[in-house]
C-alpha cells in the first residue's frame, strides 16, 4: 500500500511535576493512502498524543514524521500552521460547531479559513449532500440530533479538500447505532473523495471497519492488524 504517513522512533516527553514523563515512547507506524487507519487504546494510552503529532497539533520530542512524502519533524510553526489550513481536517469527539451558524455556515466556515479557490456554494452542498444533510442546511446546531451535528462536523472537515482527516474518538458520544454510521460514512468518503482518515476509539466494535488498526497501550505499538489482507 502506498503510504500518507510514516512514523520512526516518536517519543513525546512532557514534564510532570519536575520530572519528565513520555507519553510516547517510539512509536513505528504506517499509514496508507485512501484508508482508514484506527488508533485503538484506552484512556492515558498515549494514542490521543500520538494522532496529536501526526495531525500536526503538536510536535515529537524525537523521532521522524513524514507526511504525505515531507519530513515535518523540524517543521516550524508557520509551516505547520499552513499545512493545518490546506491539507489536513479534524473531528473531535465534542463537535464544536458554531452555535450563531446553520449547518451550510458551519461548512462554509471552514472554506474561509483555509483559502479554497473552488466554487464555495458547489462544494458547501456537495459535502452537506455526501453526509445526508442537504434538507437540514439551514437548521441550527441545536435543532439537529447528535449523530446529524456530528455529520455537520465531518462537512466541515472535508469541505476544503484536505488529504487527510484525524479523528479524536469521534463516535465517542454516539450511540451504537449512530456510531455505525457515522463509520460507514468515513468508508464511503475515503471511496469517493480518496481522502485518508485517522481515527483514536477504544470501541471494541470500530475495529473491523478499520484497514489498518494499531492497539496502544503505555506509549507504545503493542499489535498492528492489516485488515486489507483479510479482505482482499
Not at 479523528?167 to 473523495?193: C, M, Q, R, W
Not at 492497539?215 to 498492528?224: T, Y
Request: hydrophobic share 35%.
Amino acid at each position: 500500500m502506498e503510504e500518507m504517513i510514516k512514523t520512526s522512533g516518536i517519543k513525546r516527553c512532557f514534564t510532570v511535576a519536575g520530572n519528565p514523563f513520555y507519553a510516547l515512547k517510539g512509536i513505528d507506524i504506517m499509514v496508507p493512502k485512501s484508508a482508514l487507519t484506527i488508533l485503538k487504546g484506552r484512556s492515558g494510552s498515549g494514542k490521543t498524543t500520538l494522532l496529536n503529532i501526526i495531525g500536526c497539533l503538536d510536535k515529537p520530542s524525537e523521532g521522524t514524521l513524514i507526511l504525505d512524502g515531507e519530513d515535518i519533524s523540524k517543521a516550524d510553526d508557520k509551516k505547520l500552521e499552513r499545512l493545518r489550513r490546506e491539507k489536513l481536517g479534524y473531528i473531535f469527539q465534542s463537535v464544536a460547531l458554531i452555535p450563531v451558524m446553520n449547518a451550510y455556515q458551519n461548512v462554509e466556515f471552514s472554506l474561509r479559513l483555509s483559502g479554497y479557490t473552488g466554487n464555495w456554494d458547489e462544494r458547501v452542498k456537495e459535502c452537506l449532500d455526501m453526509v445526508g444533510l442537504s434538507k437540514r442546511s439551514s437548521h441550527m446546531p441545536e435543532e439537529l440530533s447528535g449523530g446529524e451535528q456530528q455529520r455537520v462536523a465531518i462537512a466541515r472537515s472535508i469541505v476544503h479538500k484536505p488529504k487527510v482527516i484525524f479523528a479524536d474518538e469521534p463516535t465517542g458520544e454516539l450511540d451504537s447505532a449512530t456510531s455505525i454510521k457515522v463509520i460507514t460514512l468515513f468508508k464511503e468518503l475515503i471511496a469517493k473523495e480518496g481522502i485518508t482518515i485517522v481515527m483514536t476509539t477504544h470501541d471494541p466494535k470500530m475495529m473491523e471497519y478499520g484497514d489498518m488498526v494499531y492497539e496502544i497501550l503505555d506509549g507504545e505499538i503493542i499489535s498492528a492488524t492489516d485488515n486489507t489482507k483479510t479482505k482482499n
